[in-house]
Every structure is written in C-alpha cells, then in structure tokens.
C-alpha cells in the first residue's frame, strides 16, 4: 500500500510506575495500557495499546509501544519528555502495516481520564 494517514483517539484504561517509589528516578518504568477508539465508526473500541516507557532521567523517557489494530499491529520507538505532545518513529508493523515506516504524533485532549489524538502518518 502507498503512503496513508490513520487518525484514532485512545483512552488510558491502566497506568503503573515501576520502579523506586521516589518521582523522576533513573530507571524508573511506566507501563501504560490503552483502549483505541475510531469515533468516526462507532463507540466500541477498535483495538489497544500497550506503551513502555524508561526513564533517562527525571522527565526524559524512552519509550516503545505497540498498537492492535484490526488489521494488523504497528511498532513505535523513541524519546519524550511529555506525555501532552510527542512524536515517535513507526518501526514497524504486521499484517495490513507489515514492515510499515513514518510517524506518530500524539497529542493529549484530557486528562481524567486521560485521552489522546494519535496520528500515524505511514510513507508506505
């Protein structure tokens, strides 16, 4: 397939921090599991996703995740200092993305609960 835009909302459904206890320690883990939405389509979620994060330092994280979608699962990388903006590499994928490329930019809504605006922007 050529270049595409996918455009869904997700809902944080679970957030965990493992690690030391004490807020912005080196090594510290947040583990983030998702409920994806495409509102567009209906209300009933669509798929999910699972973000693991590490901390580099008292804010920076690096983070991987992996979104299941119905056709297929994409793979995202990189470094973020903010959950309210970032943007990822896309790695890769399986199925309708296998070996897919491009990016994701996130982009919060809310917080309680937390929502966000995902945009992958596949190059094909």
Known sequence: TGPAQIRITEVQAEYQRVGSGVSGRIGDMEVIRQRLYNPSISNR???????????????????????????????????????????????????????????????????KPRRDVLLFRLAG
């Open 45 to 111: 979620p669509i798929g999910r996703g699972y973000l693991l994060c590490t901390f580099v330092n008292n804010r920076a994280r690096q983070c991987t995740a992996t979104y299941l979608l119905p056709k297929g699962k994409i793979v995202v990388a990189g470094a973020l200092d903010s959950r309210l903006f970032y943007e990822l590499a896309v790695t890769g994928g399986t199925g309708l993305y296998d070996n897919a490329r491009g990016t994701l930019t996130v982009t919060s809504t809310g917080l």
